[in-house]
C-alpha cells in the first residue's frame, strides 16, 4: 500500500487524453500504460538496491554525487528545483484546477484557482510536518475511494461500448510509428513517477532482502492494474478519438453514465485528490536542497528549519513560488515534456551510477537480472529523453538550457563556500 501510494496521483485522471492524442488505437493505448509500468518495476528495483548500497539523506542526489562528481549531483538538484519537482507540480495542479472548474463551472481563470491552491497549501505545510501529515492521509483515502468509484461505476453504467481491438496499429510500423508510441510514453511514465521512491519502504520491512523484492512488485503491479483499469474504463466509454478530444476524461466518462450531474461530483472528488499531491510534493523534494546547501553548493537558508515546526521554509516556499511561475508559462502538455526530459536524464545516470557503486563497495548488486536489466532500464531512459527532443525541440530546450545554466552557477557557489 505504501508504494501504491507513492505512485498513484492525479496524472492518471488527465494523462489518458494525453496518450490517446499520440497513439489513436486502444491496443496502443493500452499497450503504453502496460509498458510504462513495467520500466517503472525495472527502476523501482535498481533504485531499492541503491537505497541499499547508500542509505544516505538526499537519495538520488547522493547516489551521484558519490558516482559521478559533486557537479551532477548538483546539476540534478539544480533542475530538481527548477524544472523536476515544481514541473510536476504545476502540472498536477492544472489538472486540479481544470477539475475544479469542471465541478464547480466557475468563470474564475484557471490560472487563478491554480496560484491560490499553492499558495493556499505552502501556508498548510509551513505550519508543521504534523499537519500536513494529516492532510496528506486524508486525501490518500479520497484518493482511493474516487479511482474505486471511478471503475466501478464507469463499467456498470456506462450500457454502450466504444472498445475496440482491431485495428492494432494506428499507422504502417516504422519510425514515425515508434516516435508516436514513445510520445505517448512521456504522459505514462509521468503518471508512474514515484516508483522511485518505492525503496524508501525497506526500512520499515522486517526482511528487507526478501519481503522488498515482492513489496515492490506487488504495489507496483498494483498500480499497472488500477491504470489498465481507468484507462480500459475511458476507452470503453469513449474510445480512443473521443478520450483524445476530453481534458478532462474521467468527467467525460462520468457524464456518459449519469448525466451533467456525474461528472460533476467526480470531477470535485478528483480535485480534492489532486491536493494530496501536492501536500506530498510541496514536503519531499526539499530534503535534496537541505543535502545541498549541507555540502555547500545551494543557498544556505535551503537548510534553515524553523525553530519551532522544524520545517524548511524557505525551501518550501521557493519552490511553490516557482510552481507558479512555470504553471502560468506553459501549457499541460508542454510542461509534461518540460519535465520528462530532465527526470528521465537523471533516471539514466541514477541508475548506471549502480555500477559505479556495487563496483566501488565491492558488493553484488541484488537487482533481478542485473546486469543486462539494469543495462536495458538505462537504453530506455536514453531512448525516451533523445525521442522527446526530438519531438518537441522547443519544450525541451528550454529544459536542457536550464540544466547547463547551473554548471557556471556551482562554480561560483563553490567559490563562495571556499
Known sequence: MLVMNGIIGAGIFINPYVVAKQVHTSPLILGAWLLGGV??????????????????????????????????????????????????????????????????????????????????????????VRSGGTLQSGLMVVKVVVIAMFVVLGMVYVKSSNLAFHPVLDRPFGGGMLSAFGGAMAPVLFSYAGWQTASFVGGELKNPGKDLPRGLLMGVGGVIAIYLAVSFVCLRALGPAGLAAT????????????????????????????????????????????????????FREMAWLHPATRVPVFAIVLQSVLTMVILLSGTFEQILNYVVVMDWTFFGLSAASLFVLSK?????????????????????????????????????????AIMLSGVPVYYLWRRRAA
Open 360 to 400: 566501488a563497495s565491492g558488493t553484488k548488486p541484488r537487482v533481478p537480472g542485473h546486469p543486462y536489466t539494469t543495462l536495458l532500464f538505462c537504453l530506455a531512459c536514453a531512448a525516451i529523453v533523445l525521442n522527446t527532443i526530438y519531438r518537441y525541440p522547443a519544450h525541451t530546450g528550454v529544459a536542457i
Open 247 to 298: 481534458e478532462t476524461p474521467a468527467s467525460s466518462v462520468m457524464r456518459a453514465a449519469f448525466g451533467n450531474t456525474g461528472a460533476r461530483l467526480i470531477a470535485v472528488a478528483i480535485a480534492i485528490s489532486a491536493l494530496g499531491f501536492l501536500s506530498q510534493g510541496l514536503l519531499t523534494a526539499p530534503r535534496v536542497y537541505f543535502a545541498m546547501a549541507e555540502d555547500g553548493v545551494f
Open 39 to 128: 520500466v517503472a518495476i525495472a527502476g523501482a528495483f535498481i533504485y531499492a538496491d541503491l537505497a541499499r548500497l547508500l542509505p544516505e539523506v538526499g537519495g538520488q542526489y547522493a547516489y551521484l554525487r558519490e558516482a559521478y562528481s559533486p557537479l551532477v549531483a548538483f546539476l540534478y538538484g539544480w533542475v530538481l528545483l527548477l524544472v523536476i519537482q515544481t514541473g510536476g507540480m504545476a502540472a498536477v495542479t492544472i489538472t486540479f484546477a481544470k477539475y475544479f472548474l469542471e465541478g464547480t463551472h466557475s468563470a474564475v481563470p484557471i490560472w487563478v484557482i491554480a496560484v491560490v491552491s499553492i499558495a493556499a497549501l505552502t501556508i498548510m505545510n509551513c505550519f508543521g
